[in-house]
């Protein structure tokens, strides 16, 4: 019924950037917010950054001021600009989206960082 795809991921030497995209379709609804995380071998799944249909953006401490989160509510997509990348970065990415009662998760998209 509501379908939510990443894409953007890829391969990228350290200090590179990349941009994700998110997109959900078949909304029913309006979305709250939506947000990505990641998740790395062997880690717990962490949320990276989030931004509500107002706008309003949250980041965890790791990625502040190298990556933006960004939206357009018409398209339901989000997006995560990623600069100055890390070897720690190196995850799968997942994106979610909150329709206010129950959250849609993307399959992931593979980001991985070389030095």
């Known amino acids: 019924q509501v379908q939510v795809v990443e894409s953007g991921g890829g391969l990228v030497q350290a200090g590179g950037s990349l941009k994700l995209s998110c997109a959900a379709s078949?909304?029913?609804?309006?979305?709250?917010?939506m947000a990505w995380h990641r998740q790395a071998p062997g880690s717990q799944r962490e949320l990276v950054a989030r931004?509500?249909?107002?706008?309003?953006?949250y980041y965890v401490d790791s990625v502040k001021g190298r990556f933006t989160i960004s939206r357009d509510n018409v398209k339901n997509t989000v997006y995560l600009q990623m600069n100055s990348l890390k070897p720690e970065d190196t995850a799968v990415y997942y994106c979610?989206?909150?329709?206010?009662?129950?959250?849609?998760w993307g399959q992931g998209t593979q980001v991985t960082v070389s030095s």
């Open positions: 979610a989206v909150d329709l206010y009662f129950k959250d849609y």
């Open positions: 931004i509500t249909s107002g706008g309003s953006t």
């Open positions: 078949g909304t029913a609804f309006s979305i709250n917010y």
